[in-house]
């Protein structure tokens, strides 16, 4: 079985030489010569360097086009109209499916017609030389953001075409993703990517690794997120990986959010070894967005206040168009407008709300029940308890389409519009916190007049696309 272990120098180059001998791209890859383009770059495109240097929460959208030049003109675009600090390259899909040659008609088609007949940029096609272009020709750091199993050329190419940051992981890539990846398989690729961060930043070129924080985006409760990060984030620190900045999906309860945040830092601190520097990254709503833009809008504001008052390190922004699918570069522009002017004006106040510090302590004693149930799982080898914890349901992600999960765990809202779980299944937790969680749940069911049922779970999923944040009952007319 595959353990945690460093990739020896010897393994990482026959995996290096077999991956880049999949498309022709590869070829231009060399290690010394990406090493001098990092060192040529300006303070202001060293992502780690930025990011971890900020005062306030940095800003970052999300935005991948098939074509080099729109891409250019895309992210200028977003970085002066929108005041994005941070800038993204979303991948396309045929990319994170390692359909490099229907990713090649792709982009041959949008150069032909001029239309975006591809939902991403395809990087390994473009290969080091393009990514490069894209690079020099944006003063900010850009990260590669995408949805990858198998991520292992699109890092090689991506490293040497001077990203220093690079998004996902072996389980928040593979559990919400993909049916068609085992958890070994995606452990055993991200090891190669994490290896090749850890050979750059030995190299003094810090990568900047980020773990998928949100996984399925559909009221996930904190703790299991979170123990995914620090899961994801050790296997990382493992590889030589010294940037890593730990994810969190907002579920819409400002405590319960801002709690998760603070959470999520000090556990990464803690259970992370001393060498590396822990930043988190707070994801604006993953889920279903309101059609109309005012309300959609709102959704955007809420996530600007959490962000004010938790401080993450950086935060991922949605645009008032989430409900028709990809937006207009002027609607991204404008979610990161709304997203800092919430911001500015609530992170010089001092808000003090009551509840955060309970509600941290429970997501911390559920996280450590998590990660324990790992830990004992492996015998102290994360690789091997997670996919034994995986295995047996110890460990499980809600509404997870992978074979890899169970996916037997179900949360609902509590009263207050906090995510608890209504069906635990296997999922390892000590008596009491199943106590506190069916307690308020409990609380909710006795003030909509209802029992505890999946209807609460279905309507909580579509509760904010809805105008709401807890789906409730309609009340009932008199007969």
């Not at 009221?219 to 296997?235: D, K, N, R, T, Y």
């Amino acid at each position: 079985m595959i353990r945690d272990e460093r990739l020896r120098s010897d393994e990482l180059r026959r995996i290096d030489r077999e991956i880049r001998a999949d498309w022709s791209t590869g070829a231009a890859v060399e290690f010394e010569e990406a090493i001098a383009f990092h060192d040529s770059l300006p303070a202001s495109k060293r992502f780690a360097d930025v990011l971890e240097s900020a005062d306030v929460p940095l800003l970052q959208p999300r935005a991948g086009v098939p074509r080099l030049d729109d891409q250019i003109d895309l992210l200028e675009s977003l970085r002066t109209d929108g005041g994005a600090d941070l800038l993204p390259t979303t991948i396309d899909s045929y990319t994170r499916d390692n359909e490099y040659e229907k990713a090649a008609e792709g982009l041959e088609a949008a150069r032909e017609t001029g239309e975006d007949t591809l939902n991403g940029f395809p990087a390994v096609n473009h290969g080091v030389s393009g990514c490069r272009e894209l690079i020099e020709s944006i003063d900010a750091p850009i990260e590669v953001r995408h949805g990858t199993p198998d991520a292992r050329l699109l890092a090689a190419i991506t490293f040497a075409g001077g990203f220093q940051s690079f998004e996902g992981g072996p389980i928040s890539y593979n559990i919400p993703y993909t049916k068609r990846h085992g958890l070994a398989e995606t452990i055993e690729n991200w090891q190669f990517v994490d290896r090749l961060a850890g050979a750059y930043t030995e190299r003094g070129v810090r990568i900047n690794r980020e773990p998928f924080g949100p996984l399925t985006g559909t009221l996930v409760p904190p703790s299991i997120a979170i123990a995914i990060m620090l899961i994801e984030g050790l296997l990382a620190a493992t590889q030589g990986v010294r940037s890593i900045t730990l994810g969190y999906g907002q579920v819409g309860n400002v405590v319960q959010d801002v709690a998760a945040l603070n959470a999520l830092q000090k556990l990464g601190e803690e259970y992370l070894p001393d060498e590396v520097v822990v930043t988190t990254v707070f994801h604006e709503w993953m889920g279903g967005f309101p059609p109309d833009e005012a309300r959609a809008s709102g959704v955007i504001g809420l996530g600007g206040m959490t962000a004010a008052i938790a401080r993450p390190d950086k935060v991922i922004t949605k645009s008032p168009q989430e409900f028709q699918g990809v937006p207009t570069r002027e609607a991204n522009a404008a979610g990161l407008r709304t997203t800092r002017q919430v911001i500015d004006m609530a992170i010089e106040q001092e808000i003090d709300i009551d509840g955060i510090d309970e509600e941290r302590a429970l997501i911390e004693r559920e996280s450590r029940c998590l990660m324990d149930a790992v830990f004992d799982r492996g015998d102290g080898d994360i690789v091997r308890g997670t996919i034994r914890a995986f295995d047996d349901g110890a460990l499980d992600v809600p509404f997870a389409p992978s074979d890899s999960a169970k996916g037997a765990v179900l949360p609902a809202r509590d009263d207050d519009g906090r995510v608890r779980i209504f069906e635990w299944a296997d999922l390892e937790m000590d008596g009491e916190i199943k106590e506190i969680h069916g307690a308020r749940l409990s609380r909710r069911a006795d003030t909509e007049g209802r029992d505890q049922s999946f209807r609460m779970v279905a309507d909580d999923v579509d509760a904010i696309s809805e105008g709401k944040l807890i789906g409730r009952p309609e009340p009932r007319g008199d007969v």
